[in-house]
């Protein structure tokens, strides 16, 4: 074929002249903007049509949804160089493909932000938080993903990054929710305090840390990234309401006090417990309920806490009391009998990063100090299965595998940006939502999602009696699965006949 013949990169005069039949009306305008061509795409199922106008109020192109989201056609390019290969998740600000630069023949990670002037006003921040992240971790030591080069197509901003490999929530799931050893929890909290020194030494919050933000690397087996700074800002900068992820966000952010780098150590206790039980520490179906949880393992909040949260009304009475006691009594469980593992040293790290004052809680240089972290060593029962968990298939108990639905209830887990409306209605709604739920914990599993969650979830037995009110945690207690599987274009359908 003549794309074969001719030498790469091309200039666009060439493919004009040789591809013009095969260029949509758009592509024959713009292509004159791009000196170098490594791929035309001319094998891809593109849209065609007469473009709708930049200003209209409808989309910005034929390569938009309605929603201004740029619609990725498999095989197709990206300015004019990257072949896109598979969609690899979609946030509330982007999407990421899995594309091949024909320039370098290397795999890459391609987000491409929405054309909304929200979206880009997020993504030159993350642009320029990621452009000092290359230049401090020059040398690619602090565990955190680089940004190769970003550009504008199309009116959407791109950011290509390093392709990596799965990311640790799946690694939890593919070891059947079961938790990791000690020896295993050490390494992967080594490399994040290695990440949040080097990010608060620049102060720099994350705002986003959770299992699905921290990528195995695909080069280094065992290695980590930590990745996604789209909500990432200066300390200095004001940020935002809502940030984190609800199972990960630090209490002064629910109480509406004005927050600093302590949430992403906070963040990280609540992510080491989960990769220590295989399932969420604090699993609230709303912020009402996400502090409930809170209270239920730490207590009550110190008073000077509460007196200075802007929101504490939406939580506590006039009082000061919590308005959700019955379902969860705060001091009720204990930090250690929820861990797996006794080690005194784990123990007391775990208890520094969760601390109810963020101006006392243990920051990412002292972390890095602790005798856990420093020991280097555990006892010997923890050395066993070292080898990082299969990323493949697993065995599930036989139960379950014969399920006619599938392995797992699929949860809808959190998210930061979608949170606002849905946390504002829950507080109006608190009271008559906690008689309601007195009545259902006697004949259902008392456990929810909120319509604000956007990624799916798929939460172990463990996970649903740790939501549930005293349940009694049995080996393979029999369990419902509260949703079929869904496809990527299918809204979860309830499964309205429970049977066990």
């Not at 473009?51 to 095989?75: C, M, Q, R, T, W």
């Not at 493909?97 to 979206?119: F, G, M, P, R, Y």
């Not at 600093?260 to 912020?287: K, V």
Request: proline share 7%.
């Amino acid at each position: 074929m003549a794309w074969k013949r001719l030498p790469l990169p091309m200039s666009p005069e060439v493919a004009l002249k040789h591809f013009f039949q095969s260029l949509t009306s758009l592509e024959q305008k713009e292509i004159l903007d791009f000196p170098d061509i490594w791929y035309l795409g001319l094998w891809a199922e593109r849209k065609r049509g007469e473009e709708i106008p930049v200003d209209s109020k409808e989309n910005s192109s034929v390569y938009d949804d309605a929603k201004f989201v740029y619609i990725p056609v498999l095989h197709d390019h990206i300015v004019y160089r990257y072949e896109i290969l598979e969609k690899l998740g979609q946030g509330s600000f982007g999407l990421v493909l899995k594309c091949l630069d024909h320039k370098t023949k290397e795999q890459v990670a391609l987000k491409i932000i929405h054309n909304q002037k929200s979206a880009n006003r997020m993504a030159l921040r993350e642009l320029e938080i990621l452009d000092v992240i290359r230049k401090e971790d020059s040398e690619n030591c602090y565990n955190v993903i680089h940004m190769k080069e970003h550009m504008t197509f199309r009116n959407h901003i791109c950011i290509v990054f390093e392709l990596q490999g799965m990311d640790l929530y799946k690694l939890i799931r593919n070891n059947n929710f079961h938790g990791f050893t000690l020896f295993q929890t050490h390494h992967y909290a080594v490399a994040l305090v290695t990440s949040l020194q080097m990010l608060h030494r620049k102060q720099i919050i994350h705002c986003d840390l959770k299992p699905e933000n921290i990528l195995l690397s695909e080069k280094k087996h065992g290695n980590i990234k930590l990745a996604d700074f789209g909500c990432s800002f200066y300390e200095h900068q004001k940020g935002y309401t809502y940030v984190q992820t609800r199972f990960y966000r630090a209490p002064e952010v629910i109480l509406g006090i004005p927050y600093g780098t302590a949430i992403d150590m906070w963040s990280l206790g609540c992510i080491l417990a989960e990769l220590n039980t295989g399932y969420p520490l604090f699993c609230g179906t709303n912020e009402v309920d996400q502090l409930a949880c809170i209270m239920e393992v730490l207590g009550m909040p110190p008073d000077d806490i509460v007196q200075l949260a802007p929101r504490n009304k939406a939580f506590f009475d006039s009082e000061g009391q919590p308005k959700n006691l019955t379902r969860r009594p705060p001091n009720s469980r204990d930090l250690a009998s929820v861990l797996k593992n006794v080690d005194s040293l784990f123990l007391d790290f775990m208890k520094r990063c969760l601390v109810w004052d963020p101006a006392e809680r243990m920051t990412a240089e002292e972390a890095a100090q602790h005798p856990w972290l420093l020991k280097g060593k555990v006892p010997p029962h923890c050395h066993q299965d070292h080898e990082e968990p299969d990323a493949g298939l697993v065995k599930y108990p036989p139960f379950l595998s014969s399920h006619p639905l599938g392995v797992g209830a699929i949860l809808r887990r959190p998210s930061p940006q979608n949170e606002s409306k849905v946390e504002e209605e829950a507080y109006a709604q608190a009271e008559a939502q906690e008689k309601k739920d007195e009545a259902e914990v006697k004949v259902n599993w008392p456990l929810r999602c909120s319509c604000g969650d956007v990624s799916l979830h798929f939460v172990p037995p463990s996970s649903l009696w740790c939501a549930s009110d005293g349940l009694p945690t049995l080996p393979f207690l029999p369990w419902a699965l509260l949703f079929e599987r869904e496809g990527l274009n299918s809204a979860p359908r309830p499964v309205l006949g429970l049977g066990w």
